[in-house]
């Protein structure tokens, strides 16, 4: 078994997502799009799992809603973070 290949974090699929469904992946670069990636990530609780079916069939629709939350508000949080210290 390889961890990096068997396991991953839900949340990165989440904010994946959310950069591109907002648009902010295409007004940055990769660099940025990758610090405020992990900012992000570092605000939520891992959610580990093996098959994103998994996810898509198990997951209570509550839940998935306030996955969806945390990151919009982490989101929020690590764009406000990186706006005030760009120096």
Do not use: W
Not at 1 to 27: C, F, Q, R
């Amino acid at each position: 078994m390889k961890l990096d290949d068997d396991i991953h974090n839900y949340y990165e699929k989440l904010v994946v997502d959310k950069l591109v469904a907002t648009g902010i992946s295409d007004k940055h670069d990769s660099d940025f799009l990758a610090d405020l990636s992990c900012l992000i990530l570092n605000q939520l609780q891992p959610k580990y799992i093996r098959y994103e079916v998994d996810m898509a069939f198990y997951l209570p629709q509550a839940e998935r809603q306030q996955m969806e939350m945390n990151v919009n508000n982490a989101l929020k949080s690590a764009l406000r973070f990186l706006e005030e210290n760009n120096t």
